[in-house]
Structures are given as C-alpha cells and as structure tokens.
C-alpha cells in the first residue's frame, strides 16, 4: 500500500514491507543503486543532507521513518519522541519527490515480537552510550539489520553525531556479512553550534541557547587536547560543568575511534574522538568531535 503526497507532488509512501519490497523490484535494474536513509522521524537538516548525498550518489533513494521501540530503555523518552510524519513527507517531497518512504508499524517491522536480537558488536556496545543505556545497541542493530533486509541498499547513510552508532552498524555489518556500503556523513549544526537532533524541538529557546555550550566546550577540549593529556582534558570538562546550573553532564569521554577504548595515554597512530553525553533538564543530547 503507498499514498500519494501533497502539493500535487507524487511521492511513493509504503507502510509495509511486503509492498515496498515490491516496487522497489519494480524499478531496480541490474546496475542501479538504492541508497538508504534510516530515520526516527521529526526530520530537520542534517536528516535532509544525508538525503542529498543518497540523491547524488544513487540512482533511487529510500527514507525510512520508524521510531524504533527496542532501542530505548527509558519507556518515557519512547513515549514523548516527537512523531511528525505529515511534516516529514512535506520536507522529503520538497527535497526531492521521487525519494522513496518507508513508515511502517511496529507490527509490520516486529510482527508481534517486539524484542531485540543479541549482538557481539567486539566490545563496542560497552563504552559510552552503552554504559548509559542498556541494551540500546542491540535496539540499534535489530533494527538497522531488519531495515537492510527489507530495503536491500546498497549504500547506507548516517551521521557521524551518533558516532558510536555508525561504528556499532559497521561491525554488524561486518560480521554478518551484509552486502552495504555503510557511509558516515558530518554533523549538521544550528548557528550556534549546537548539533541538530530531533530531541532539539523539545528545547525552549532559553535552553536552547544554553546547550549551545556543548559545542564550545568539545571545540575548546580539542585545543587542550594538543598539550594536556586525555586525563587533564577529561577533568577540565568535568569541572566546566560542576559550575552550569542549567546542564548536567552524564559523561566525557576520549576514546580511540576505531575501537571506542577510552584514551589512556595518547599513541601517535591512533585517532582520537571525544564524546558528550549532557541533560538539559530532562532533554538528553549527545555530541562528538574528532581530535585530530
């Protein structure tokens, strides 16, 4: 089943795999690519950039929209996730209306058994976010692996905001020997710096401009990192924080990229990224900057 779009604009919109599965072998040619874009809805720019890079780089583009139940471990955060699809399809058809949607039901993705796959993601799923929330990477790979079998890209787009999450999707398609690309696009920022997320729209205008330090404090890290050691840099934060009456920092961390082990001691051949987890009131957001 798909629906029609609005402006007069035709855009295919599926709610179900069996029919997306469909017509997605219905345009597909022997040397054509789909690229894909995995999404949790309540699109803004960044979501629209790793769009664009699919449109420029595939021959069909594919953008699904699922707010993925297995992921969360705070059933409120679940609850209150902004669910915006009307306004999301406008924003996919003005960028392009020939991209192609996938909004199913959690019953269509699960069917009936709404619970997540194991995965041994090397370790990976134990740093940072993982130690914050639970089972939250297994949420990630049920799903993305779940959505690459129904989409069957051959490019997979996401930005490097939720860094570890890119690393965690290209482990598991490594070792399930999944045929795609995965593609890491940059951070798309507010004039402030502040780094867009869907969570954003939840902020007032106060709190938003005051979330604007996380990114002052990550580019103002990377400067100390070139002279102080991972240790010193960590404290710093840690203390610029203990002083902001408005933002609770859950972590900082630096870890080497590849592996996410924390930094101990800086090696020359390794490249380092730091890590930002901080609530503004209730509203969890989380950033990231390489080091180099």
Not at 106 to 111: A, L, Q, R, S, T
Not at 178 to 197: D, Q, T, W, Y
Request: charge should be negative; proline fraction near 4%.
């Amino acid at each position: 089943m798909f629906a029609l779009n609005f402006n007069k604009t035709i855009m295919p919109i599926f709610y179900g795999k069996a029919t997306l599965t469909e017509f997605l072998n219905s345009v597909k040619t022997s040397n054509s690519t789909i690229g894909f874009v995995p999404t949790m809805g309540a699109l803004h720019q960044g979501h629209l950039s790793l769009m664009q890079q699919s449109l420029a780089e595939n021959q069909h583009t594919v953008v699904s929209i699922f707010v993925n139940p297995t992921q969360f471990n705070n059933p409120e955060d679940l609850e209150k996730y902004p669910r915006t699809l009307e306004a999301d399809t406008q924003k996919i058809a003005s960028l392009d209306p020939n991209i192609i949607v996938y909004a199913p039901s959690v019953e269509d993705i699960y069917e009936g058994n709404v619970t997540s796959q194991d995965f041994d993601f090397d370790g990976l799923e134990n740093q940072m976010e993982g130690k914050f929330r639970p089972g939250h990477f297994n949420g990630v790979g049920t799903i993305v692996k779940r959505l690459f079998e129904i989409v069957t890209p051959t490019n997979a787009y996401f930005g490097e905001k939720d860094f570890q999450q890119l690393q965690i999707v290209k482990k598991m398609v490594h070792k399930n020997h999944l045929k795609v690309n995965i593609i890491g696009c940059p951070i798309f920022r507010e004039a402030n710096g502040l780094a867009m997320s869907s969570r954003n729209e939840r902020l007032s205008a106060t709190e938003r401009e005051q979330a604007a330090v996380i990114y002052k404090t990550l580019t103002e890290a990377k400067k100390k990192f070139k002279t102080q050691t991972c240790e010193e840099v960590k404290q710093w934060v840690e203390k610029a924080f203990k002083t902001n009456e408005m933002l609770d920092l859950e972590y900082f961390e630096i870890a080497e990229e590849e592996t996410l082990i924390p930094c101990e001691a800086k090696l020359k051949d390794k490249n380092y990224r730091a890590f930002i987890a901080v609530f503004v009131n209730n509203i969890r957001l989380i950033d990231t900057i390489s080091l180099k």
